[in-house]
Nanobody
Framework: QVQLVESGGGSVQAGGSLRLSCTAS????????MGWFRQAPGKEREGVAG????????DYADSVKGRFTISQDYAKNTLYLQMNSLKPEDTAMYHC???????????????????RGQGTQVTVSP
């Protein structure tokens, strides 16, 4: 059973940075797609970034391209999302998600991944 625990959220001013972490357990290295999605009150879930099992492929929502970077540390079983140049519209609950292969890292698929964490809140003030 895959378990995902997010951390690193918080409140920042516009233009600031945060790094989210997701510690994962219960899956086999190289067998799981990983990603981040977010959901703000009154809005649909949005796939933010995805990464293939061995990190050879990544994908980002157009709204975060050039500002967010997804990466993973296999030794620590940890997924990261580095968020720079944050905007108020980035405010949302951010969730880590995982899906066994075969899988796609396209943003639109990420909220549908089999496994997800409880989320960490990101709030960006103007």
């Amino acid at each position: 059973q895959v378990q995902l625990v997010e951390s690193g959220g918080g409140s920042v001013q516009a233009g600031g940075s945060l790094r989210l972490s997701c510690t994962a357990s219960g899956y086999t290295y190289g067998r799981v797609c990983m990603g981040w999605f977010r959901q703000a009150p009154g809005k649909e879930r949005e796939g933010v970034a995805g990464i293939s099992p061995r990190g050879s492929s990544t994908d980002y929502a157009d709204s975060v391209k050039g500002r967010f970077t997804i990466s993973q540390d296999y030794a620590k079983n940890t997924l990261y999302l580095q968020m720079n140049s944050l905007k108020p519209e980035d405010t949302a609950m951010y969730h880590c998600a995982a899906h066994p292969t075969p899988c796609t890292v396209l943003g639109g698929h990420i909220p549908l991944y089999n496994y997800r964490g409880q989320g960490t809140q990101v709030t960006v003030s103007p």
